[in-house]
T-cell receptor, first 113, second 112 residues
Framework: DAGVIQSPRHEVTEMGQEVTLRCKPI?????LFWYRQTMMRGLELLIY????????DSGMPEDRFSAKMPNASFSTLKIQPSEPRDSAVYFC???????????FGEGSRLTVL | KNEVEQSPQNLTAQEGEFITINCSYS?????LHWLQQHPGGGIVSLFM???GKKKHGRLIATINIQEKHSSLHITASHPRDSAVYIC??????????????FGQGTILTVHP
């Protein structure tokens, strides 16, 4: 299996621009998670989906962040407009059910100038 | 006080030493995860446990639900074990069932 695939691996953008991060979960996994990692706050859950439905989005910082999962094999995390404080590594992970073992993607490193 | 506390924050060892990393948590959980992250790298799940003990190669993880405490042990440590080890707990139920709360991580450096 190819594992969880994230793109882009690195993104550098200017403040105010729209950023879209993409994730393809492992086939057969029905839970998908978006995490953010920063030096100051460590790892934080942003949102998770079960069977393509958002279950808990309490970690989404504000309205500038949105996430979608249109089908079982694809999810996006969008930031519009981006701000320098959004600079972080964003990880996507998937599992068989919300309580299953987690498999992480390699992460997308975002830098907002 | 954080819900998940790890100790120590930094750990330096010589190759071959036995290593223990501790994790304490203050909330009810359904499971605890140990994760490994190499510098600049991705995150790998080492263990997921809700009771007792699990072993994988040189790694051993234990959990005491009553005491709200878990330990990760590495026997015969090797420089390739140098990484950040992160403890994470999963909520007890409802929508929090899928939500992980993370410790701050333990930076392990093993010298040859």
């Amino acid at each position: 299996d190819a594992g969880v695939i994230q793109s882009p691996r690195h993104e550098v953008t200017e403040m105010g621009q729209e950023v879209t991060l993409r994730c393809k979960p492992i086939s057969g996994h029905n839970s998908l998670f978006w995490y953010r990692q920063t030096m100051m706050r460590g790892l934080e859950l942003l949102i998770y989906f079960n069977n393509n439905v958002p279950i808990d989005d309490s970690g989404m910082p504000e309205d500038r962040f949105s996430a979608k999962m249109p089908n079982a094999s694809f999810s996006t995390l969008k930031i519009q407009p981006s701000e320098p404080r959004d600079s972080a590594v964003y990880f996507c992970a998937s599992s068989k059910g919300p309580g299953g073992e987690l498999f992480f993607g390699e992460g997308s490193r975002l830098t907002v100038l | 006080k954080n819900e998940v506390e790890q100790s120590p924050q930094n750990l330096t060892a010589q190759e071959g030493e036995f290593i223990t990393i501790n994790c304490s948590y203050s909330v009810g959980i359904s499971a605890l995860h140990w994760l490994q992250q190499h510098p600049g790298g991705g995150i790998v799940s080492l263990f997921m446990l809700s009771s007792g003990k699990k072993k994988h190669g040189r790694l051993i993880a234990t959990i005491n639900i009553q005491e709200k405490h878990s330990s990760l042990h590495i026997t015969a440590s090797h420089p390739r074990d140098s990484a950040v080890y992160i403890c994470a707990v999963r909520g007890g139920g409802g929508t929090s069932y899928g939500k992980l709360t993370f410790g701050q991580g333990t930076i392990l450096t093993v010298h040859p």
